[in-house]
């Protein structure tokens, strides 16, 4: 079992920055890739952001492309999302997530064996 807690949401306003957090505990962190997910009021949850077990391979949404950076720390079992020119359709509960398989097509929610139970970002115009 792997327990992951997110921290670091809250309220900012557009162009704004915030970095969340995602602490893992359990099995070895560092076999896992992390992800993070989104899902807005009346949306289905959407890829964000992931990292590859040994933090060489990133992934993003399209929409955040240039504005967030996904880093992993293994000393400390965490994963982050720097978030940097915020936009109000940022605003949304934010899930990390942690993916066992190799090879794993990190964009889709099926791909995690393991998640958080999110930190609201509300972003103000």
């Known amino acids: 079992q792997v327990q992951l807690v997110e921290s670091g949401g809250g309220l900012v306003q557009a162009g704004g920055s915030l970095r969340l957090s995602c602490a893992a505990s359990?099995?070895?962190?560092?076999?896992?890739?992390m992800g993070w997910f989104r899902q807005a009021p009346g949306k289905e949850r959407e890829f964000v952001a992931a990292?590859?077990?040994?933090?060489?391979?990133?992934y993003y949404a399209d929409s955040v492309k240039g504005r967030f950076t996904i880093s992993r720390d293994g000393a400390k079992n965490t994963v982050y999302l720097q978030m940097n020119s915020l936009k109000p359709e940022d605003t949304a509960v934010y899930y990390c997530?942690?993916?066992?398989?190799?090879?794993?097509?990190?964009?889709?929610?099926?791909?995690?064996?393991?998640w958080g139970q999110g930190t609201q970002v509300t972003v103000s115009s």
């Open positions: 359990g099995r070895t962190f560092s076999s896992y890739a």
């Open positions: 997530a942690a993916a066992s398989r190799v090879g794993a097509a990190l964009r889709q929610n099926d791909a995690y064996d393991y």
């Open positions: 990292i590859s077990w040994n933090g060489e391979n990133t």
